[in-house]
């Protein structure tokens, strides 16, 4: 996608170098270069890929970028950054854009400097923008993939160890029921041996020495006495 930020101070009119290629129609040789096409022509220019010979420590920096892409200044110090610093600065930011285009314009003439070598700066800088984005996002996408594959493991760790613990409750419970179910039979039978004392000695005694499943014994008759 094309972008605008040039046609805020690019000249369409450039200065003919050579003869122009002949039309390939009449109306198509009438019809007047546009920005777009001019800058098309400078950009085409700039056909080496950034490359970042150093590391970028501190990613917001758009000036450790563009020096670890080996972008400097030229010698008469003009880059399309410090044309965003005059457009921003308290002469002219208030200005309308025409008297800002020609007043960018007149300094350049001043300085010896042509349209062109400011939008070869700016696709230079443009570029590595975008390969330092494409360099930050395969980083993020291995990131990504790597720690997706790391909470893979750990959700299978997580759903082994569920199993663990789901199968160390379960046997805890089947070893509460089988004791209680041991228990509970050795309580019926005491209760029914219980019984059987207390029965044998309800003979002797009508008091309750020991306890009965069914509560008090019944006292023995007393002892008939012999009528003389």
């Known amino acids: 996608m094309a972008k605008r930020w040039y046609n805020y101070f690019l000249s369409v009119d450039q200065p003919e170098e050579g003869k122009a290629e002949e039309a390939t129609s009449a109306e198509e040789s009438r019809a007047p270069r546009t920005a777009a096409q001019t800058v098309a022509e400078i950009a085409s ?5 950034p490359k970042f010979t150093s590391p970028v420590t501190h990613p917001a920096s758009f000036q450790e970028i563009y020096e670890a892409a080996e972008i400097t200044a030229p010698s008469h110090g003009f880059t399309v950054l410090k044309i965003i610093d005059l457009i921003q600065s308290e002469h002219i930011r208030n200005l309308s ?10 300094a350049l003439e001043a300085a010896g400097v042509k349209p062109q070598e400011i939008v070869q700066d700016a696709v230079r800088r443009d570029k ?24 893979q493991g750990l959700q299978a760790e997580i759903e082994r160890r569920i199993n663990e613990m ?16 041991r228990f509970y ?8 041996e219980e019984q059987k004392i207390a029965d044998a000695v309800a003979y002797f005694t009508s008091e309750r020495p020991v306890t009965s499943p069914h509560g008090p014994v019944s006292p023995a008759p007393a002892p008939t006495s012999k009528q003389s």
């Open 45 to 49: 220019g700039v056909t080496a890929e």
């Open 97 to 106: 854009r025409d008297v800002k285009r020609s007043s960018l314009l007149l």
């Open 128 to 151: 590595a923008l975008d390969a330092y984005e494409t360099v930050q996002q395969r980083a993020l996408q291995e990131l990504e993939a790597k720690k997706t594959q790391e909470n």
């Open 166 to 181: 789901q199968s160390r409750i379960q046997a805890n419970n089947d070893e509460v029921a089988k004791e209680k179910e």
């Open 185 to 192: 039979g050795w309580q019926l039978k005491k209760q029914q």
